[in-house]
């Protein structure tokens, strides 16, 4: 008997020890995003930020500021396991929050122009004793408070800080693909977060949760439904809804924006047209724009897509975007709302190569759009492609605000389950130098307004979110979530430096782990262009859906839709020649540019074969062929998955178990799939070269035959 209850004792130790090693990742599944705040396990650097954390002077109160104390309390109790205590008056505060017209202000030396801070600007401004944080809004100070807050949770000092921060971008936007019904197109985190049946009365906890991670990187605005609109979202029930939302987010700086169909005087208000030359059609837009008004007083405007596959618009009535935008425009104008007018557009019987088509369109409009108006530009000149050239729009059209328009959500790069971090695909596109203006006349330039001082700015994500514990589907989907926000904040930033921030927010701060962590992310979107999309190919993805390779397909019901239009590969070659004896495309770059990519040894290997035609045997600068070159990509890709995948196994005990192996599942998926675009597309692209797969390469394994006959009917996102 003594023998057993020894036993049950010694069991009953080991148990206790379990609990307390699972206790220390809590059953982490990712829902907390990089707002985790676990404990500081440095007891010196716990020490160090405690006293900054020890007490809150904060005046007057209001709902973001009741934000700010709550944000402030659950920080200091997961970070640093103290409470922050209320301070009856500045002088006894560690840490102040205060207005730039605070009377308390005054005995303290500060050195700046503190007007110039805006309305989200904020200076953090640290003494001996204290912390400030000042602003001239609750919002301001808000955003200050994230700051400070991301410094803690990255280890920073707090030391003789005198740091302003103020937005390059004014509109911060999330775009959300989301129907009414639930349902998101090109989403892969499961259904929208948005359940439009039960509001406006069911006002769930996530999109509170929504809002502040929002908030913490500075997004200001968001479109909860699909830019494809459905006209019901301007019908009273469903302003009612969207009224709820925007009720929610106002604390936390954030607008609500509406994307609507240019066809909605005709389907919800009665009238038999919608030109926009028509004063009829003029005053609806200007009754229902009141009336939205009326219901949310900061309502930020619309968001618009016409004329682009299958949508209606202006130009059915043989108007222009500038006619379209400025009507919507005008009817905001007395609110101070904006319209963002998409430039994704390619007529339907346009007989110009696909990727001159928005140039030509928009670009004659130069100047001719409203002061309120934003013309989104995708990053690109196709379509989210893993590697594009800059969209020849940007620093083309100086006289017309234009918006980046970033996908976040991956159509193009492995859905949610193929790890791909996007900070180096964001900031490859904003320091591209267009050369427009000469020299230093970057994309980043064009839509901060610095290039040609133009007062709106904007630049949108299309959301990744979804109902997924996780919200984004993958763990590390959330940092391009996270990098879109901080870059869209201030664009000058590093991928590496965000990346750098949101592993040590989200996964661990140990430091082997953070640099290891940091290798497979800054590395990872290359690695997906080179086994879908090396050498400048693009639009290689299957049909529809675009989940796997699909290079072969050429029967969609327009020649653009279909990879073979854009890779045209034959006996000859491969690539599209968009030089003078092809599309002439690069003629809508400046003329640094079209010198480049005229000559295909002037031009960037990652871009060859966008811009060119050339035989299989071309000389590249490695001494190589094309055909070995690009072979070596599809390989030199998919053995890089799998040496991401080694390297995340090999930190196991430095993640918490759940997010560990949530991550490890998606990898293998990702060795796998990348294979198989490896396998599939070297197959194809071997029936034109004719040529062998260079030695020592692996025999791919299964015939081409078998690639095109795999068939996904129900992959997720589908438009």
């Not at 605070?102 to 204290?130: C, M, R, V």
């Not at 954030?254 to 004063?279: N, R």
């Not at 661990?508 to 962590?517: C, G, L, P, R």
């Not at 196991?652 to 597309?681: G, H, S, T, Y």
Request: aromatic share 10%.
């Amino acid at each position: 008997m003594k023998t057993l209850f020894m036993l049950l004792v010694v069991l009953s130790s080991l148990i206790g020890r379990v609990a307390i090693a699972q206790d220390k990742f809590s059953g982490e599944d990712g829902y907390r995003l990089w707002l985790k705040y676990d404990l500081i396990e440095d007891n010196a650097q716990r020490q160090q930020y405690s006293h900054t954390l020890q007490s809150l002077f904060i005046a007057p109160q209001s709902d973001t500021t009741r934000i700010i104390q709550h944000e402030l309390k659950i920080a200091s109790h997961g970070l640093l396991s103290q409470p922050i205590k209320p301070a009856a008056n500045a002088k006894q505060a560690s840490l102040l929050m205060l207005k730039s017209d605070s009377p308390e202000l005054k005995q303290f030396k500060i050195h700046h122009d503190l007007n110039k801070l805006g309305q989200e600007g904020y200076l953090l401004h640290s003494t001996a004793d204290q912390m400030l944080i000042i602003a001239n809004s609750d919002i301001g100070l808000l955003y200050g408070t994230f700051d400070l807050l991301r410094r803690i949770q990255t280890g920073q000092s707090l030391n003789k800080l005198d740091h302003i921060e103020i937005p390059k971008i004014q509109l911060r936007m999330l775009n959300h693909w989301d129907d009414l019904d639930r349902h998101t197109e090109r989403g892969y985190a499961g259904e929208s977060i948005f359940d439009w049946h039960k509001l406006p009365d069911y006002k769930e906890q996530r999109y509170y949760d929504y809002a502040r991670a929002n908030a913490s990187i500075g997004i200001n605005g968001i479109v909860p439904n699909n830019v494809n609109a459905n006209s019901l979202i301007l019908t009273p029930a469903y302003l009612q809804k969207v009224k709820a939302l925007a009720d929610i987010f106002r604390p936390y700086g954030i607008k609500v924006y509406l994307s609507i169909k240019f066809s909605s005087p005709q389907q919800i208000g009665g009238l038999d047209t919608s030109d926009p030359a028509e004063q009829k059609v003029h005053d609806w837009w200007q009754k229902k724009t009141d009336e939205i008004y009326a219901l949310i007083p900061d309502f930020g405007g619309y968001l618009v897509k016409a004329n682009s596959e299958g949508q209606p618009g202006p130009g059915d009535y043989g108007r222009t975007h500038a006619e379209g935008a400025n009507m919507l425009a005008r009817a905001l104008k007395p609110h101070g709302g904006n319209v963002l007018w998409r430039a994704f557009v390619y007529a339907h019987d346009a007989k110009a190569e696909r990727s001159l088509q928005a140039y030509n369109e928009f670009v004659p409009l130069d100047g001719k759009f409203d002061d309120n108006v934003s013309v989104q530009v995708k990053n690109g000149p196709i379509d989210f492609q893993p590697r594009e050239p800059f969209s020849p729009l940007f620093g083309a059209m100086p006289h017309t605000s234009l918006a980046m328009e970033f996908q976040i959500t991956q159509e193009y790069l492995g859905f949610s389950t193929h790890l791909a971090y996007l900070g180096t695909l964001y900031e490859e596109a904003l320091d591209a130098d267009t050369h427009t203006e000469g020299p230093g006349s970057t994309v980043a330039k064009v839509i901060d307004g610095s290039l040609d001082s133009l007062p709106l700015t904007a630049m949108a994500g299309v959301a990744n979110i979804g109902m997924d514990r996780n919200w984004t589907g993958h763990i590390f989907g959330q940092a391009n979530w996270y990098v879109f926000g901080r870059l869209a904040w201030n664009d000058q930033l590093s991928a590496a430096d965000i990346a750098d921030e949101w592993i040590k927010m989200t996964l661990t701060d140990d430091k082997q782990s953070v640099n290891t962590i940091k290798d497979m992310m800054m590395g990872s979107r290359e690695l997906i262009v080179d086994y879908m999309t090396p050498l400048g190919l693009h639009h290689l993805m299957d049909t529809g859906h675009h989940y796997g390779p699909g290079p072969w397909v050429d029967n969609l019901g327009r020649a653009d839709w279909n990879p073979t239009y854009y890779h045209r590969a034959d006996e000859q070659g491969i690539g599209l020649d968009r030089t003078a004896s092809g599309t002439n495309a690069i003629s809508q770059y400046a003329p640094y540019w079209q010198k480049i990519f005229a000559d295909p040894k002037k031009t960037p290997q990652e871009l060859l074969l966008w811009f060119h035609h050339l035989s299989w045997d071309y000389t590249m600068p490695s001494g190589d062929t094309l055909w070995n070159e690009l072979v070596k990509h599809y390989y030199h890709g998919a053995k890089g998955v799998e040496k991401m995948q080694k390297q995340w196994l090999a930190i196991k005990d430095q993640i918490e178990p759940n997010q560990f192996e949530q991550v490890k599942m998606a990898l293998a998926i990702q060795v796998k799939e990348a294979k198989w675009w490896r396998d599939a597309c070297v197959l194809y692209f071997q029936t034109f070269s004719k040529r062998p797969i260079p030695e020592g390469l692996e025999r791919p394994e299964h015939s081409l035959e078998y690639y095109q006959s795999l068939k996904f009917p129900y992959a997720p996102g589908q438009g």
